[in-house]
């Protein structure tokens, strides 16, 4: 403050704004992820048989098929996933169909300190992933039609070994992913909310994120909101979850504390959780609050 009393800002008062950083998740990926990645590790390694499900948006199936041997991708398989799409996006247009990752990278694309059994697990997700093949309808911005794509993400990748665990890696990125994102057929999310939670809280906004997106480009962002059956949500977003049959333990020991952080971190202003009209599970209704609305119009 100067003499006369006016207040000076100097570069200790002013904050510099927070570096927004941005992950493309290719579109096609978006609609299978969430059977192809289940959120629970203990249930995860059980499901070893085909998944198949009918994406209610699109009226094709989808089959999952995961490796007896690794059973379902689950959380720290999504991790590695995310980190994919992560440095495909930092890499832009052209999109190269390999990807380059040293250990430290990876140990901080996946929020892990390196020691102990890192590079180990690594390893497991890596093959895990390969080894999980996708059946799907495969969308191209320029054709009407899909065609039936049958891939895995990494389709291939090599490693630079170093005593137990890796020094590097290079993942293969499918033609189809590639040719995808390089023809901008992606939805823009803000990392920020991503990067360092849980991957049920980064799955609901990646979810909630698109469906709010695609509402308010209909009509007035205020009057957005969806309604999901919780027990879809748990089937086609979140891998197979159980499904509880009481609110109190779908809050306290299951969603809550993820909807919660969303509230807290202004992305939703509320949730509820009501039983259905039919009385024969529950929805789950979601309205964006102001971090949507931030988000919504940066991107």
Not at 196 to 216: C, D, E, K, M, W
């Amino acid at each position: 403050m100067s003499d006369t009393g006016e207040t000076f800002l100097t570069s200790n008062t002013v904050q510099a704004p927070e570096k927004i950083e941005r992950l493309f998740m290719e579109n096609n990926l978006l609609r299978i992820m969430g059977y192809l990645f289940c959120h629970d590790p203990r249930a995860a390694v059980k499901h070893t048989e085909p998944i198949t499900g009918i994406d209610k948006v699109l009226k094709k199936q989808i089959s999952i098929e995961p490796n007896p041997n690794y059973g379902q991708p689950g959380p720290a398989d999504f991790k590695i996933f995310l980190a994919i799409l992560k440095k495909l996006s930092d890499y832009g247009r052209p999109v190269p169909n390999k990807v380059y990752f040293s250990q430290i990278e990876l140990a901080r694309l996946t929020d892990r300190s390196w020691g102990g059994r890192t590079g180990k697990d690594f390893i497991h997700s890596l093959y895990t992933l390969a080894h999980t093949r996708i059946t799907m309808p495969f969308y191209r911005p320029e054709k009407e039609e899909p065609f039936i794509a049958n891939f895995s993400i990494p389709s291939e990748f090599g490693i630079q070994p170093k005593g137990s665990g890796i020094e590097s890696c290079e993942i293969t990125i499918p033609e189809y992913v590639q040719r995808s994102l390089d023809d901008r057929f992606f939805s823009c999310l803000n990392y920020n909310r991503i990067r360092g939670v849980p991957t049920i809280q980064a799955t609901l906004y990646i979810r909630l994120f698109h469906h709010f997106s695609n509402l308010a480009e209909n009509g007035t962002q205020n009057s957005v909101q969806v309604r999901k059956r919780y027990d879809d949500i748990c089937k086609s977003w979140l891998g197979g979850l159980i499904v509880h049959t009481h609110k109190s333990k779908i809050m306290n020991a299951q969603l809550g504390m993820h909807l919660n952080a969303l509230v807290a971190d202004k992305f939703l202003r509320s949730f509820s959780i009501d039983r259905n009209a039919a009385d024969d599970g529950f929805n789950i209704t979601f309205i964006p609050g102001s971090g949507f609305r931030d988000d919504y119009n940066r991107f």
